[in-house]
């Protein structure tokens, strides 16, 4: 025999022995149930059952994780200070266009005196 069917042959054996032991455990939780024993004292024998059943099989009882891939995100231009500067440029364009063309600028160029003696004036 090689040396891998020997560990083979021993770990098959330790299995079995660990069966063995688990299912005994499972009888006795049997016999408590009909002898009417505590709930407690049964389930004792259940958990030490399962307890065996993980040592003998543990890779049916560890969850496996899949691998984390790592998904490239595309970035994303960031337009917010494009949009911040030309609502600004929007704004400043507004209040200018009012100083150069509109009312707000030098009162003298659109307003007259007689206008504004009429409009301060105190009403009859």
Same mark, same amino acid.
């Given at each position: 025999m090689t040396p891998d069917t020997t560990n083979r042959q021993k770990s098959y054996a330790h299995i079995a022995k660990l069966l063995e032991s688990a299912s005994k455990s499972y009888e006795n939780a049997a016999l408590g149930l009909e002898?009417?024993?505590?709930?407690? @004292? =049964?389930?004792q024998?259940?958990?030490?059952?399962?307890i065996t059943l993980e040592t003998a099989f543990p890779e049916f009882?560890?969850? @496996?994780? #899949? #691998?984390?891939?790592?998904? =490239?995100?595309?970035?994303k231009r960031d337009f917010s200070i494009l949009k911040i500067g030309?609502?600004?440029?929007l704004i400043v364009g507004v209040l200018y266009t009012f100083v150069?063309?509109? #009312?707000?600028?030098d009162l003298s160029k659109s307003w007259k005196t007689e206008d504004f003696q009429k409009n301060v004036a105190y009403p009859k």
């Open positions: 002898q009417g024993e505590s709930e407690e @004292h =049964v389930y024998h259940i958990k030490k059952a399962r009882f560890t969850s @496996h994780k #899949p #691998p984390l891939t790592s998904k =490239v995100v595309p970035e030309l609502i600004a440029g150069v063309y509109g #009312p707000t600028g």
